[in-house]
């Protein structure tokens, strides 16, 4: 990529910026809720209950997603990316929802998650091509980062058989990969960061 490329590639405005953080605060929280109420993750606070930094957690990790996607992926802003976009919240949301339901079953659930990845293989191949870079490490740094919380006595996974983590959750976040790009892309104008 060239400086005139980097100089042309669509910004992320602070507004933008704002709105993925309210996003990242709403969307994770509400999806993170479906996996405590159903007791598939217990905080150190105990079962059911939800620690009040939550919100700001998902809040960071999604600015720092649109952000990484923006520098290191190639995410491009369409007619359609904010359609894309609703659909794959209603996506992620049905894989939560199918991780919360059916955690205790791992096996069914990572089966599950597999057949929605191949159902979708040709919305993954655009996606990954295009950003292999941000594609991989969500894969890997998510699950990664839960197993250091883990570690570190924040939450727990009440059925995990791959370490300390679920052997479904990298498939969760591989079936989020569509949705951190198009809300990337959505992100995306053309001036400058303010």
């Known amino acids: 990529m060239t400086a005139r490329d980097l100089r042309e590639r669509p910004k992320l405005r602070a507004r933008s910026i704002a709105a993925v953080a309210v996003a990242g605060a709403v969307l994770g929280s509400a999806w993170d809720l479906l996996h405590v109420r159903t007791h598939t993750t217990i905080y150190s606070i105990g079962p059911g209950r939800m620690p009040w930094w939550v919100p700001v957690e998902f809040a960071l990790v999604y600015v720092a997603g649109v952000i990484g996607i923006a520098r290191l992926g190639a995410p491009s802003l369409d007619a359609r990316t904010r359609t894309r976009l609703v659909g794959e919240i209603a996506w992620v949301s049905v894989v939560y929802a199918t991780t919360a339901i059916g955690h205790r079953h791992e096996l069914l659930v ?85």
């Open 110 to 194: 990572a089966a599950i998650c597999i057949a929605g990845l191949i159902a979708r293989s040709r919305t993954l191949r655009t996606v990954a091509w295009a950003n292999p870079i941000p594609s991989i490490a969500l894969v890997i740094a998510g699950p990664a980062v839960e197993s250091i919380l883990i570690a570190a006595h924040v939450f727990r996974y009440t059925h995990a058989s791959l370490g300390n983590i679920p052997l479904w959750l990298p498939l969760l976040y591989a079936n989020a990969v569509p949705f951190a790009v198009r809300l990337a892309e959505s992100s995306l104008s053309s001036g400058e960061i303010t």
